[in-house]
């Protein structure tokens, strides 16, 4: 019982933290740099719609493409979003291939992941501590799900350029990337907005010089990094042709 508070309690403090201050950060930045209203998102590790809301927030009228894998969050935002036609949300994971991988769901389901943990990290030990568990259980439960590609969803899905794809897959974001960069895109996108874990938490982890090598190899360029406010991780912002370096 104990676990289950703590857990709720940090839940609800990254909840207020994102709402007060990583929220206000990323919207500052998304209305200084856009020209105009943005009108198709892509949100790939949706959760419970914390960045749909952020993104309605820029444009109540924009169309949003959610994805989230997890059936009990998967469900939720199907019903909190009923009543607004401009979002879809699909029950799928994002990745580097088209068929089925093993998704590992968290005891926290905001970090629940296709990327196995490293249990030697000691990243993953302060973390454990900080929720309260033991290491072996913060992963409550594995099982096969349904992932595809962005390439293939976007030239199968998109009619209209993207104006911004989010990717918060809790350390899947490379795969993504590469799963993206698979073939020619029938669909241009502005921004790219990644998750980025600064720790040694999964055992394929990436780091961002390897995640900018490729997006750099594919047209983008580093725009911002918005950090969370706690914890070794931010959001980095990159935008299509832009020849900007981390760090500048």
């Given at each position: 019982m104990l676990g289950k508070l703590q857990v709720w309690i940090v839940g609800e403090f990254i909840k207020l933290n994102e709402k007060f201050i990583f929220n206000k950060?990323?919207?500052?930045?998304?209305?200084?740099?856009?020209?105009?209203?943005?009108?198709?998102?892509?949100?790939?590790?949706?959760?419970?719609g914390q960045s749909i809301d952020l993104f309605l927030e820029l444009n109540p009228n924009c169309?949003?493409?959610?994805?989230?894998?997890?059936?009990?969050?998967?469900?939720?935002?199907?019903?909190?979003?009923?009543?607004?036609p401009?979002?879809?949300?699909?029950?799928?994971?994002?990745?580097?291939?088209?068929?089925?991988?093993?998704?590992?769901?968290?005891?926290?389901?905001a970090t629940s992941t296709l990327e196995q943990l490293k249990m030697t990290s000691n990243y993953l030990k302060k973390k454990s501590l900080f929720l309260g568990v033991k290491p072996d259980k913060l992963v409550v439960e594995s099982y096969p799900i349904e992932v595809t590609t962005l390439s293939d969803f976007i030239n199968d899905h998109c009619?209209?350029?993207?104006?911004?794809?989010?990717?918060?897959t809790e350390g899947h974001e490379y795969a993504c990337l590469v799963g993206l960069f698979k073939s020619q895109l029938?669909?241009?996108?502005?921004?790219?907005?990644?998750?980025?874990?600064?720790d040694d938490?999964?055992?394929n982890g990436?780091?961002?010089?390897?995640?900018?090598?490729l997006l750099n190899k594919n047209g983008?360029?580093?725009?911002?990094?918005?950090?969370?406010?706690?914890?070794?991780?931010?959001?980095v912002v990159f935008r299509r042709n832009n020849k900007q370096e981390p760090g500048h």
């Open positions: 950060r990323l919207l500052k930045f998304y209305k200084r740099v856009l020209d105009k209203k943005i009108n198709l998102v892509i949100d790939v590790g949706a959760n419970s169309k949003i493409i959610a994805f989230e894998p997890n059936p009990k969050l998967a469900h939720n935002l199907k019903l909190k979003y009923s009543d607004n401009n979002i879809q949300s699909f029950q799928i994971g994002i990745s580097d291939t088209v068929g089925k991988k093993t998704f590992h769901e968290n005891v926290f389901d009619t209209e350029p993207i104006d911004i794809l989010k990717i918060d029938s669909q241009d996108i502005e921004f790219i907005q990644l998750e980025i874990h600064y938490m999964y055992l990436k780091s961002l010089k390897e995640i900018t090598e983008f360029g580093f725009e911002t990094k918005v950090n969370h406010g706690f914890g070794s991780f931010e959001d």
